[in-house]
């Protein structure tokens, strides 16, 4: 019978683990190059991403902002002002 040992000292475990990240660091890059290099300056989707994508962005920023400053996420003051907008019809 054979025994195999594996080294589970906390340097080898952590060798792995960041091995392992890298590894999906890179194959995520991989995937989304084109994307990938432009990540600050630009959005996916082309021509349409000139005015639809936009407002996706703003509409992720407003529902985190409206979390963590207690406001309500479904309407804003800050499209349509001074009556405000139900955000929850933007689709």
Sequence with gaps: ???TT????????WR???????FYLALAIWMT?????VLGDAIVGGP????????????IWWLQYAFTHGTDPFYTNLLFWPQGARSASNR
Excluded: E, F
């Design 1 to 3: 019978m054979s025994t």
């Design 6 to 13: 594996t080294d589970t000292s906390p340097a080898s475990i």
């Design 16 to 22: 792995q683990h960041t091995l392992a990240a890298l």
């Design 33 to 37: 190059w084109p994307q990938a290099a």
């Design 48 to 59: 349409i991403a000139q005015s639809d994508g936009w407002q996706k962005v703003w509409n």
